[in-house]
């Protein structure tokens, strides 16, 4: 099972930019995806999380500029990121929680990161 982060870059202050991840292998459910971030010096600390239901949890930082959605029927999670700010600047990672074809348990899952610039 891997995750493929993708979507990261530069961008100036109020602009947007969108992530995306995929999770590839032998998957048999997912249930909660989303994405996490860290910054320089900093912990890594959750963004947004979306459930296989589509229940959402934001960090307050993020409500109202970033959105997280899902496409189930190709294992994947969005983030759009809008009114980006420079203290957004971060590695972001996606996760999910996923039970491979040939696992008993869920587990947690992380992508490679991706890195997002917002500066003029």
């Known amino acids: 099972v891997q995750l493929q982060a993708s979507g990261g870059g530069l961008a100036q202050p109020g602009g947007s930019l969108r992530l995306s991840c995929a999770a590839s292998?032998?998957?048999?459910?997912?249930?909660?995806m989303g994405w996490y971030r860290q910054a320089p010096g900093n912990q890594r600390e959750l963004v947004a999380i979306?459930?296989?239901?589509?229940?959402?949890t934001n960090a307050e930082s993020v409500k109202g500029r970033f959105t997280i959605s899902r496409d189930n029927a190709w294992n994947t999670v969005h983030l759009q990121m809008n009114s980006l700010r420079p203290e957004d600047t971060a590695v972001y990672y996606c996760?999910?929680?996923?039970?491979?074809?040939?696992?008993?348990?869920?587990?947690?899952?992380w992508g490679q990161g991706t890195l997002v610039t917002v500066s003029s």
């Open positions: 996760t999910a929680e996923i039970k491979p074809a040939n696992g008993k348990f869920y587990d947690h899952y």
């Open positions: 292998g032998e998957i048999f459910d997912i249930r909660s």
């Open positions: 979306i459930t296989n239901g589509g229940s959402t």
